[in-house]
């Protein structure tokens, strides 16, 4: 069975991706909440976003090989992270997926695997 990563369009496509949902934080004001939690110079996000969905999709474990365990929640918790911070990065990541061209049915599965993981995210009320 192939894997999301595989079925995505592989590296070329994650990077697209991550390159498109940095681009619509920084330009659109919908995600502003979002937007202020990273630092000026997102190239190191983009890196870290990058690595991890290449291994989170079933391809290389890059981030893993880097830094070790993801510990998503961990590392999140020094932001506060509400329903309306889960919500814009979903938006964001959603639109990203969208205007790269995702495979609707790949689109949404990640989509599901997303809001999971960005529920989870949350560590504060409202």
């Known amino acids: 069975m192939e894997t ?3 079925r995505i369009g592989g590296e070329e496509t994650i990077r697209r ?3 498109r949902f940095y681009d ?3 330009e659109d ?3 502003y909440g979002i937007r202020k939690l990273h630092p000026q110079d997102l190239a190191g996000a983009r890196g870290k976003l ?3 969905l290449s291994g989170w999709t079933g391809g290389p474990q890059l981030y893993e090989e880097k830094f070790g365990h993801p510990r998503l929640r961990q590392r999140h918790l020094p932001f506060t992270i509400c329903e ?4 814009q990065w979903m938006g964001c990541m959603v639109r990203a997926m969208d205007d790269v061209g995702v495979d609707d049915t790949v ?11 960005a529920d989870f995210m949350r560590n504060k009320e409202g």
Do not use: G, I, N, S
């Open 50 to 52: 990058f690595m991890f």
């Open 24 to 26: 619509l934080m920084d």
């Open 107 to 117: 689109r949404r599965e990640l989509t599901a695997a997303f809001q999971k993981t």
């Open 17 to 19: 991706l991550v390159d």
């Open 4 to 6: 999301h990563y595989q």
């Open 84 to 87: 309306a911070e889960r919500d």
């Open 29 to 31: 004001p919908d995600y």
